[in-house]
């Protein structure tokens, strides 16, 4: 790589760093991955630096930890499949600022977040959708314990008398196979992996000159 490429990798590169610390009230984000057969996918929490010391389960109020109000946690994003038959739904939940009234109780192991309990995320519309799983909306909750299950709820919308309009169904699906694990912040990730591919791009079109 030339003179001109690396200078354009380190430059993105830096930017990233000053975005990174610049938004350094947040340490980490944790993604929830849950994948059992008819429902699986991913949610992501925003995790303040006030949670680094913490050990242990938490009560919150609105996902702020009670004993340290340094502490929130937050659902940033959620993305996750449900197929039941040859009905399907994709539903990505991407929220304007991050999620944290419905956090009622958090988990730290040395710092890391493993665990959440919660009300009600949602509703969440399907992105795209086939069969009767389009006629609904969805909402996901969290808890904590020996499984950390995720429950998808779901509420009628449709107006065509396939369901009972506004009717709501708790916990029809179930995801007992959750893991907790530390994450890159989604925006940064992708300016490293920009930062990588104009590097690369810069390369490139050094050798075809």
Same mark, same amino acid.
């Given at each position: 790589?030339?003179?001109?490429?690396?200078?354009?990798?380190?430059?993105?590169?830096?930017?990233?760093?000053?975005?990174?610390?610049?938004?350094? #009230?947040?340490?980490?984000?944790?993604?929830?991955?849950?994948?059992?057969?008819?429902?699986?996918?991913?949610?992501?929490?925003?995790?303040?630096?006030?949670?680094?010391?913490?050990?242990?389960?938490?009560?919150?109020?609105?996902?702020?930890?009670?004993?340290?109000?340094?502490?929130?946690?937050?659902?940033?994003?959620?993305?996750?499949?449900?197929?039941?038959?040859? *009905?399907?739904?994709?539903?990505?939940?991407?929220?304007?600022?991050? *999620?944290?009234?419905?956090?009622?109780?958090?988990?730290?192991? #040395?710092?890391?977040?493993?665990?959440?309990?919660? *009300?009600?995320?949602?509703?969440?519309?399907?992105?795209?959708?086939?069969?009767?799983?389009?006629?609904?909306?969805?909402?996901?909750?969290?808890?904590?314990?020996?499984?950390?299950?995720?429950?998808?709820?779901?509420?009628?919308?449709?107006?065509?008398?396939?369901?009972?309009?506004?009717?709501?169904?708790?916990?029809?699906?179930?995801?007992?196979?959750?893991?907790?694990?530390?994450?890159?912040?989604?925006?940064?990730?992708?300016?490293?992996?920009?930062?990588?591919?104009?590097?690369?791009?810069?390369?490139?079109?050094?050798?075809?000159?």
């Amino acid at each position: 790589m030339g003179y001109k490429a690396w200078r354009l990798l380190i430059s993105a590169l830096v930017g990233v760093a000053v975005l990174t610390v610049g938004s350094s #009230a947040f340490a980490a984000y944790a993604r929830s991955r849950f994948d059992p057969t008819a429902f699986f996918g991913d949610g992501f929490f925003q995790v303040s630096d006030g949670c680094l010391s913490l050990n242990g389960s938490y009560k919150a109020t609105s996902g702020v930890v009670a004993i340290q109000t340094s502490c929130s946690v937050g659902l940033a994003r959620a993305e996750f499949d449900v197929i039941d038959g040859l *009905d399907f739904a994709h539903v990505i939940y991407n929220p304007v600022a991050p *999620d944290f009234d419905p956090i009622f109780n958090v988990v730290f192991e #040395a710092g890391r977040l493993v665990g959440v309990d919660s *009300d009600l995320f949602g509703p969440m519309s399907s992105n795209t959708c086939g069969g009767n799983l389009c006629d609904y909306a969805w909402f996901l909750e969290w808890e904590s314990g020996q499984f950390d299950p995720v429950y998808l709820s779901q509420i009628c919308t449709a107006g065509d008398g396939s369901c009972t309009p506004d009717q709501f169904d708790p916990r029809v699906f179930t995801a007992d196979i959750v893991t907790f694990t530390n994450v890159p912040e989604p925006a940064t990730l992708g300016l490293i992996l920009g930062a990588l591919g104009a590097g690369w791009m810069a390369r490139r079109r050094k050798i075809a000159v």
